[in-house]
Each structure stands twice: as structure tokens, then as C-alpha cells.
């Protein structure tokens, strides 16, 4: 089955870099395209990035456009999301997602906190 696992949240400050990644297993990960989501305490889950099967199409939520960035290689079936200059509402937990036969897959979450 498929199962996705995020890592590399923490606590950092406004300002500063955190590095996402999610490792697959279970699909044939050059398929598929990838995505980050993110959901804020009391708030809806947001798209934040995408990012196609061969990396070469990238999408962004406005709110995070030039500031973080999806890749992915597909040699280690891992996607990243390098997120710079980060705010404190960027404070979520961060999910990692794929669609394989037009099912979600979901990782745990990654916990982000950006405070001084």
C-alpha cells in the first residue's frame, strides 16, 4: 500500500529555513504527481505546492510564491518543499499527498512553527 512519511518540521524563527521532505512507498513514484498541503489551527487545509510526475511543472499558493520551493527525486521516491523566509503564519502542520487511482494518500504531518 501506499505510505507516505513526512519529516523535518520544527520550531524556527521568523526569517529563517526549514526543509521538508516526504519519503513514498507502495507506487511507482515517477508516476505520480506530488503535493504539500498545510492546515493552521482553526483553519481549512490549503494547497501550498505541486509539483508534476517529472518535476518539470511546479505550482504555488500565492501566500507562499517565491518564497518556498517543491522538488522532488524520484531516484529516492522523496519530494521536498524548501521553505525560506518564513512567517509565522506559515505555522501549520504540513502534509505530504498523492492520488493514485483517484484515492488521496496522505502522510501523518509534519508539525512547522515559526515564533521568536
Known amino acids: 500500500q501506499v505510505q507516505l512519511v513526512e519529516s523535518g518540521g520544527g520550531l524556527v524563527q521568523p526569517g529563517g529555513s526549514l526543509r521538508l521532505s516526504c519519503a513514498a512507498s507502495g507506487l511507482t513514484f515517477s508516476m505520480y504527481g506530488m503535493s504539500w498541503y498545510r492546515r493552521a489551527l482553526g483553519k481549512e487545509r490549503e494547497l501550498v505546492a505541486f509539483i508534476t510526475s517529472n518535476g518539470d511543472i511546479t505550482k504555488y499558493a500565492d501566500a507562499v510564491k517565491g518564497r518556498f520551493t517543491i522538488s522532488r527525486d524520484n531516484a529516492k521516491n522523496t519530494v521536498y518543499l524548501q521553505m525560506n523566509s518564513l512567517k509565522p503564519e506559515d505555522t501549520a502542520v504540513y502534509y505530504c499527498?498523492?492520488?493514485?487511482?483517484?484515492?488521496?494518500?496522505w502522510g501523518q504531518g509534519t508539525q512547522v512553527t515559526v515564533s521568536s
Open positions: 499527498n498523492t492520488q493514485k487511482n483517484s484515492y488521496n494518500y
